[in-house]
């Protein structure tokens, strides 16, 4: 049952025992005297004539008062900062402990009682959130990440145990009549919201303020869910993100850019599921999303919102990007055609909207734009091969030509890997039998060998039109 704490501790020990032994050795090579080479140093130029007495007597004297003001000053953070070697091998070791504790309690857990498929979890928070505490995060940056950690190990097992307790605990009670779903989800959502909510309290940690607020949106919906449905839970959860998303532009908090994701997300997933009961409804909410966000991501920069703005941009173009083309496609019988194609189309977009210089996040757009181009051809192929793979190589051509010119060299790279990708394809479906593999083989090297050639060339070309972009 203990096991799991056991490690943490004994982790939470080491890491500990590393950092105290590093600034051991530090402190002990900088107690070493400096005078020594310095009075070295100043006989030699002393004696080549390069500096008189008088000078030598005023820098050894600037050099003990000037030592004298810096012998209390705490150290550097380069003498503070744990070695990144013990802080990887940290989480490694934590990794394994808890991988090896998971499948050491899954093997038993069908003939543990219930008090002990609670206590087991509860036991894992109270090592997480206690060993967390005893670190001090002012000392060093890694502490300070470790302590993050173990927090978050903390509330996952609170979040465990609340689980478990509302699906075994509670499941014979007929007052709480929830269905098991929505009471685990319920259960287990609430207590890392409380315990989240608790670690966090508005200072800087962002694990915590991210599982704070993505518990508060999952008990939320979780609740609603119980009493109404899917179209009533996807508003409150939209109205959620809303809430959050307002509080991330006031810049309200800690970190606004991961209140801005976060709450960007819950839009996102509200609208989808509104789609299940009310299509239009749910695609309208998509659209607004996207359209607030990208809004919000063309504000300038300052300061203050220089993470927060591309937070905006970014979660406004994936949500255009990613859920536009399902929604749509409610609302015809091919599918795969419809949203493949608008895929094709946002791909095009993104990527136009990404060579404009004032875009605040030009690569991301130009990525995600590319990314886009090439999917929209295999998403049409899922309704028709021909149609799909006729769009990639046509797209693949045009990619080539387009990239060719100053300036939009990041098209190639599409056009390449639009070509390695339907290429082949089209060749096993325009050529079947079994005549076909050399041809396959052949024609794939000779692209690879081409693309090969192609990066090789166009690498100096893709930094220097990078820079550009940037600027």
């Known amino acids: 049952m203990f096991l799991g704490g056991l490690e943490i501790i004994a982790i939470i020990g080491v890491v500990v025992w590393l950092t105290r032994r590093s600034r051991s050795k530090k402190a002990e090579a900088s107690s070493a005297p400096e005078s020594d080479v310095m009075h070295a140093w100043l006989r030699r130029w002393q004696s080549a004539n390069l500096i008189s007495d008088e000078e030598v007597a005023a820098i050894i004297s600037f050099e003990e008062a000037a030592g004298g003001d810096t012998a209390g000053t705490p150290t550097s953070d380069a003498e503070r900062r744990m070695p990144l070697v013990a802080e990887a091998l940290g989480y490694l070791g934590g990794a394994f402990a808890a991988v090896g504790v998971i499948l050491l309690v899954a093997r038993y857990w069908p003939d543990l009682a219930t008090g002990w498929r609670i206590g087991i979890p509860s036991a894992v928070a109270v090592a997480g959130v206690v060993g967390g505490a005893l670190l001090d ?21 609170i979040g465990a145990a609340g689980g478990v307790a509302m699906y075994d605990a509670l499941a014979p009670i007929p007052v709480y009549g929830w269905s098991d779903g929505h009471r685990v989800v319920f259960g287990a959502a609430s207590l890392v919201t409380v315990l989240s909510g608790l670690l966090w309290a508005g200072r800087l940690r962002p694990l915590q303020q991210t599982t704070f607020l993505g518990g508060v949106i999952f008990a939320v919906s979780s609740a609603t869910n119980e009493w109404f449905d899917v179209s009533v839970v996807g508003a409150v959860t939209w109205l959620l993100g809303a809430l959050m998303l307002s509080i991330a532009h006031r810049q309200i908090g800690t970190y606004p850019a991961i209140t801005a994701v976060i709450g960007a997300g819950a839009m996102a997933a509200g609208s989808l599921m509104m789609l299940d009961q009310i299509a239009t409804a749910g695609v309208l909410l998509l659209v607004v999303t996207s359209i607030v966000l990208i809004r919000l991501g063309q504000q300038p920069l ?45 791909g095009i977009g993104s990527y136009w909207l990404g060579e404009h210089r004032n875009v605040r996040v030009p690569e991301v757009l130009l990525a995600i734009g590319g990314a886009a181009i090439i999917a929209g051809p295999a998403i049409v192929a899922i309704e028709s091969t021909n149609a799909g793979t006729l769009l990639g190589l046509a797209s693949a051509v045009a990619c080539l030509a387009v990239g060719a010119t100053p300036g939009r060299v990041a098209l190639s790279f599409t056009g390449a890997g639009s070509l390695l990708i339907y290429v082949p394809w089209s060749i096993a479906h325009f050529f079947p039998g079994e005549g076909r593999a050399p041809l396959l083989i052949a024609a794939s090297g000779v692209l690879i060998v081409g693309i090969a050639l192609f990066i090789a060339r166009s690498a100096k070309r893709f930094g220097s039109e990078s820079e550009s972009v940037k600027a």
Do not use: H, K
């Open 302 to 346: 300052s300061a203050t919102n220089v993470d927060l703005v591309p937070a905006f941009l970014l979660t406004g173009v994936l949500s255009l990007a990613v859920t536009v083309p399902a929604s749509l496609a409610q609302f015809g019988g091919d599918d795969g055609l419809i949203a493949g194609l608008l895929t094709w189309v946002i």
């Open 137 to 157: 995060e002012q000392t060093d940056d890694a502490l300070r990440r470790l302590r993050w950690t173990l927090w978050l190990v903390g509330t996952a097992g």
